[in-house]
């Protein structure tokens, strides 16, 4: 059973099978309403890009390069796709840690120069496009602070 104060709003029900079975009673409802919750993947947040179509066009599909630094050098895919929905989204991959789809979380292009910024891992890119090149620095806070290394991705 649980409450939500402010609603005002009350949930009780039993747990079989994997799943609550319960019902909802919330003031103002002419009869509790009948719900289940059950265990299931969490839905990513989805964050669309604010780009024109012109912009989106320049950068759609996957780029690739190889960030190296100190530590060593991993392969960051930076894709811009089109979603479900329509909207223009974009992702970071680094399949060398075994990351895929981080969300970019605000990108931007103007004069041939995209800038992108990410919520996790907190990091951000600059660059310039050329063709089918895009040169810039990807910057991200690391153990000792902020470190800017450059980055060069090729069209896939």
Do not use: C
Request: glycine fraction near 12%.
């Amino acid at each position: 059973d649980f409450k939500i104060p402010r609603v005002p709003g009350e949930y009780a029900g039993t747990y079989a099978n994997e799943a609550f079975t319960g019902t909802w009673n919330q003031a103002g409802m002419a009869a509790p309403l009948a719900v289940t919750l059950s265990k299931g993947d969490v839905a990513k947040p989805v964050f669309p890009l604010k780009l024109s179509a012109e912009s989106f066009a320049t950068v759609a599909g996957k780029w690739s390069g190889k960030l190296t630094s100190p530590q060593g050098s991993i392969t960051l895919v930076m894709r811009f796709e089109v979603n479900g929905g329509g909207q223009y989204v974009g992702f970071i991959d680094s399949p060398d840690q075994g990351a895929n789809g981080l969300a970019i979380a605000e990108a931007s292009l103007a004069s041939g120069k995209l800038s992108l910024r990410m919520n996790l891992p907190p990091a951000q890119f600059e660059g310039t496009i050329s063709g089918k090149t895009i040169a810039g620095q990807w910057m991200q806070t690391g153990p000792k602070g902020p470190i800017s290394i450059p980055l060069t991705l090729i069209r896939q």
